[in-house]
């Protein structure tokens, strides 16, 4: 439970959360709760200084007049392969008409007040939309575009209402694009009522279950599936950051996955981005499985060790599927490079809360946890690589152009924490972590932990945690309970020669 600024209410975090690792790491490293105050002065924090949005005196100029169809086609064109790779549900062949109206009706709207109806006003609401997620995506390297991304938003805000009246596809896409515009902005909407009413209107239109194949063709069917698909990725990773249960219970579920890449696929960097980025759904869907089993009973079932394993090694071989030349990496791959290894830390993450809480104790109890696995301490190691390759990729690479959302701060943090909490056992010795796990060999042998290059990974995860800091108005408390930590953690096993 932490209670707010603002009030008297309390949230509360689900074991799954970070911020429940995070009070289970402070409490083994601090002492003292007062030193965690709000710092006095605010902490230092990264600046970031294609055709169409790279002159940044026009971007700006559009402020006070209309943007040209250069920018709009350049920001649709980056979000139809960034995000829409991602989470698919607009049909890019509706794009062009979308536009139209958009560049026929701009100047009536933003000078006269006229507001469209009915058709019209769910096509200018998507490329509103379109284009404010796209220059929420690109500030990242075009700081300018900030405040296009906000002019946009306002633009399609008036809207809101008249878009989501109705029980329809359209009005289902267009919370969708709220939702996604949520990410990157959470302090502009309210993302869990945003995911109930989408999850309840999905579920109200079918698209959970498969049509009869003669009732909408092949083209409307793939949009539902990806559609559907998409709802359930951001609505099940959200809430699982935060410890949430689920609003669509996997046993009404019926509707096929999306293709993924099989034998004679097309392997340009585009495809695979697409079929990778469908094969991350089947992911989620197993993770789903896991948070069921461990974060959610109320019966406190606890699972062995094999139990664990197993379920790694099933996830282990979903990663191996989609193994491709490092060449291609982009969108998609970076997605299912991060779905897999934060996965691996969530899986874990209930033996690591374990363990930390036994070595509190002066003597380990008989039925105390004696050893653990160290595999989710490297997949913590990649997250902090890959999030670092995105950071320093230059902003016209497929690397450069994945989303940096809320989800991906929280997941820089808990790859940061799981990595002190693995520290931490390590200093105290008592728990001993296990060597790499080989499918089919049932040896279980504990090894040393390797720190070789715990302090290099640390300073990546700190300058990621400052980005997010200075990104996300209220995250600046991760980056100094994270700094602290590794203040305290890393000279000490420097000290004991563990690093």
Partial sequence: MLSTTTDSSYHFFGSSSVFVLSVSVAARVFDDPAQFQRPESPLFTLSYSDEGINDSTAVANTRISIPSRDMLLALITHYMSTLNTLYPFIDESGIQADLDVYMENQVSETSYGTKLSGKQAY????ITMICAIACANKS???SYLVASDDDFYVKGLKYVEAVTSQASGESLQALMLLIVYCLFHPRKGDIWKLLDYACRLSVELGYHTELPSDQDSNKEMAIRRSTFWGLYTIERIVGQIFGRPSDLPEQIITTEYPGILAAGSPTDQMSVQVFSAAHHYRLVYLRSEIYREIYLPTD??????????????????????????ESLAGVGTSTCNVAFHSTIVFLFQPLILKALSQIRE??????????????????????????????????????????????SAHYIYLAGLTIMAHAQLSLDGRIKS??????????????PMDYSNIFEISGSCLVLLNWCAGTWRGMDGMLDMYRRLSERVLPMLARQGLA
């Fill in 123 to 126: 096509q200018y609401f998507r």
């Fill in 140 to 142: 990242r390297h075009k």
């Fill in 300 to 325: 406190r079932h606890v699972h062995d060790l094999e139990w664990f394993i197993d379920h790694y090694f099933s996830l282990s071989q979903w990663y191996e599927e989609i193994q491709i030349n």
């Fill in 362 to 407: 002066t003597e380990l109890e008989s039925k105390a946890l004696r050893i653990t696995p160290s595999e989710n301490y490297h997949s913590a190691c990649q997250l902090i690589r890959t999030y670092e390759k995105v950071m320093r990729a230059p902003d016209d690479t497929a690397l450069g152009v994945y989303p940096m959302t809320i989800m």
């Fill in 434 to 447: 296990l060597g790499p796990l080989v499918r089919g060999s049932s040896e279980r042998a504990p090894q």
